[in-house]
């Protein structure tokens, strides 16, 4: 089975303001519909411990998340994204290797 998944867990006392600069990426990636992107992509909040999300982003591969990661919007996006989080993000890159639908 093919497919790549990133998990990043952060935290921010902005979540609004991490809301608004997401969409504004998608709105602007969308628009340009040219090199790599992702599959599907969705926040979550932890119900447990406040303040602490997760973005979780499916790629067809691994080589297509690293063309998106390696695109200068994504490293734009990436430092405004940092600017809103309360301490470094952490990643989690992982292989697909069975998933139910």
Known sequence: MAGFVQIIEYRTSKPDEVAALIDEFRTTREASGEGAAPISAMTC?????????????????????????????????????????????????????????
């Open 45 to 101: 909040a932890d119900r447990d411990e406040p303040g602490r999300y997760f973005a979780i982003v499916q790629f067809a591969s691994y080589d297509e998340a690293m063309e998106n990661s390696n695109r200068s919007d994504t490293s734009e996006y990436a430092a405004k994204m940092m600017e809103l989080c309360d301490g470094p993000a952490t990643y989690y890159n992982l292989d697909v290797t069975q998933a139910m639908e």
